[in-house]
């Protein structure tokens, strides 16, 4: 079982930044497709970026050219936020699925993103 564990919420400005950190119990980058999501209050939970295993990067149109999915190639995922909005506000949340074990799918806890003056 990979276990994930997601950091660098907080409460920023409209117009900041912030990055977060999504660091696995072991090597993932080798078989695992990454991705964040979020979930804002009331919605439901949404994609916000993915990383495959062959380095492709996909964002939601609401994200892009706003916020950045790389990795490490080991362990850490990341997730640089600039230009934060409003309508960012949510419960942020990383994914790893192995790319041919549909049934290893993991989940971290979440950490809380908060855009407000």
């Known amino acids: 079982q990979v276990r994930l564990v997601e950091s660098g919420g907080g409460l920023v400005q409209p117009g900041g930044s912030l990055r977060l950190s999504c660091v696995a119990s072991e090597k993932i980058f080798d078989f695992y497709n990454m991705a964040w999501y979020r979930r804002a209050p009331g919605k439901e939970r949404e994609l916000v970026a993915s990383?495959?295993?062959?380095?492709?990067t996909n964002y939601a149109n609401s994200v892009k050219g706003r916020f950045t999915i790389s990795g490490d190639n080991v362990k850490t995922m990341y997730l640089q936020m600039d230009s934060l909005k409003p309508d960012d506000t949510a419960v942020y949340y990383c994914k790893a699925h192995h790319f041919n074990i549909d049934e290893r799918e993991y989940w971290g806890q979440g950490t809380q993103v908060t855009v407000s003056p």
């Open positions: 990383l495959n295993l062959g380095g492709r």
